[in-house]
């Protein structure tokens, strides 16, 4: 069996090697996923999180705040020390910006200083300081390695001042680690209870398949949550080959439609508690500042959001699995949903439909399950094009809901049209002859382009979904029950 060692942390060039095949999925109740791909002993590694929900008595609620704020207390005190080094670099003193461990080396000192006034540092885990300069060590190397890669590559800015109250409160812990059916045991906080039933993960502990690196404590609005670090050996998936190829066309109005005529409508989450939302931000705003009751609305407002994201995540993942799990090859679109998201009438559905998760989540759970993932060109016209003798139209208005061809007649939904054409996209990318630009760009095997906000639409379906019918999948969107925040199960 082999094991990630403490080597392989962030930061390391092990690390970003590792990083790459990081499989991620914080939403597993029952854990059937970790399951099925058990393999056999002998196997590659891979990493997973594993994620409960914490019930924490009120003395522990005490203990998870404090190492929260002390992790944030040694990022800011890291932060400052990192840019008077910047500074004095800049001024032409011989010094080296410092990184994890000099700052480690640095808060060591610090800490015992009593002029410092630090004298709670022990009241937390020692990890929690290491941890958070690890953070910012990542933070400043991303931030570097970002201005280099310019104009390429994602951005990131200059790693900022964290401030309690205002996103989420965290920090991290290495250690020794043990689980039990209803309970967690963390260093230093001890046992603490957990909402779901963690017998499984358990079991795969006490096996030896599994064994947990770090964990990471988050609050989400009065809730807490633990995600483990999870190295274990896997069986790599053989990749399925010459199976069912299915087009997924996404949208608005309905999530995703398949190109097997399957619709699944999305739960719009946010959409459903706007009212709501509304509501408690005006209240909210009406709240003396600093008062009781503005902390105790705003606490009303973060369930809000918890539980509307709660929803959404709950149903990407039923999705993504069940497409992942049941088919060879997926074709979606390779759209640029964050450059769709600058049309201000569409902005806030298309945050609210999640595809940038859906694809996102897709990307690695086809690794999990040996299927293909295939991004079909976003300049490929699928909507415009008919999926029975191929003829490709001038324009189709948004408001055009039924694709009628006037070639061969068919008449047809119009994303169930678009979803079959990407089913047919492996084809039609194997037979063109040019497939990339010079910029490295896909080129449009077809001779137009498609309209740029082709796949999200606000037009009114009706009840014309020609050939297309709701899936059958369990994709049930109320599934979520009063504990809102809990971790959700898959299909
Ligand atoms: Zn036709």
């Not at 001042?161 to 290495?174: A, I, V």
């Not at 020794?176 to 260093?187: E, I, S």
């Not at 595809?355 to 299927?371: D, H, I, N, P, V």
């Not at 497939?435 to 001779?447: S, Y």
């Amino acid at each position: 069996m082999v094991y990630l060692g403490r080597s392989y942390r962030r930061g390391s060039g092990l690390a970003d090697r590792a990083v790459k095949t990081l499989d991620v999925c914080p939403f597993h109740r029952n854990h059937s996923n970790m399951r099925s791909t058990l393999g056999p002993r002998s196997g590659a590694h891979a990493f997973r999180a594993m994620r409960f929900a914490l019930d924490p008595n009120n003395k522990q609620r005490g203990a998870l705040a404090s190492h929260a704020g002390a992790a944030r207390y040694a990022y800011n005190l890291g932060l400052e020390w990192l840019i008077d080094a910047i500074e004095r670099r800049r001024l032409g003193a011989d010094e080296s910006v410092p990184n994890a461990a000099a700052m480690h080396l640095r808060w060591n000192r610090w800490k015992r200083d009593p002029a410092n006034g630090a004298g709670w540092w022990s009241n937390n885990s020692k990890c929690v300081y290491q941890e958070a300069f690890r953070d910012l060590e990542h933070a400043f190397n991303s931030f570097v390695a970002s201005r280099r890669a310019r104009p390429h590559g994602k951005r990131f800015g200059f790693p900022r001042f964290k401030c309690k109250g205002r996103g989420c409160d965290r920090f991290r812990l290495s250690g020794v680690f043990h689980v039990g059916k209803r309970w967690v045991q963390l260093p230093n906080l001890g046992r603490i209870r957990v909402h779901e039933d963690a017998s499984k993960f358990m079991t795969h502990l006490k096996s030896g398949r599994a064994r947990i690196t770090t964990a990471t404590i988050t609050r989400q609005a009065d809730r807490w949550y633990v995600n483990f670090r999870v190295v274990r050996t896997k069986r790599v998936p053989e990749r399925r080959t010459g199976g069912a190829v299915i087009g997924v066309d996404v949208g608005i109005n309905a999530l995703a439609t398949l190109s097997n005529g399957e619709l699944v409508v999305g739960p719009k989450a946010l959409a459903a508690s706007l009212h709501k939302l509304r509501r408690l931000s005006k209240a909210h705003s009406r709240k003396r500042l600093k008062s009781l009751n503005r902390r105790r609305s705003a606490q009303k407002l973060a369930r809000c959001y918890a539980r509307i994201s709660s929803v959404r995540l709950d149903h990407l993942h039923k999705l993504s699995t069940y497409l992942a799990k049941n088919h060879a090859q997926i074709v979606i679109e390779d759209l640029s949903v964050q450059g769709m998201m600058s049309n201000r009438r569409l902005a806030r559905s298309i945050a609210d439909a999640g595809w940038a998760e859906l694809f996102a989540m897709l990307e690695y759970k086809c690794r999990w399950y040996g299927s293909s993932l295939i991004k079909a060109s976003r300049w490929f016209a699928s909507t415009r094009t008919c999926s029975s003798c191929g003829v490709i139209k001038d324009s189709l208005p948004l408001a055009v809901r039924v694709f009628d061809c006037a070639a061969c007649g068919l008449t047809l939904d119009r994303d169930l049209n678009a979803a079959k054409n990407l089913a047919q996209w492996p084809k039609v990318a194997a037979s063109a002859s040019e497939t990339q630009n010079a910029c490295r760009g896909n080129v449009r095997p077809g001779p137009r382009r498609a309209d740029p906000d082709e796949a999200g639409t606000e037009q009114s379906i009706g009840d014309i979904r020609l050939g297309a019918q709701r899936t059958s999948v369990g994709l049930q969107t109320d599934s979520i029950g009063p504990n809102e925040g809990r971790v959700a199960s898959g299909i």
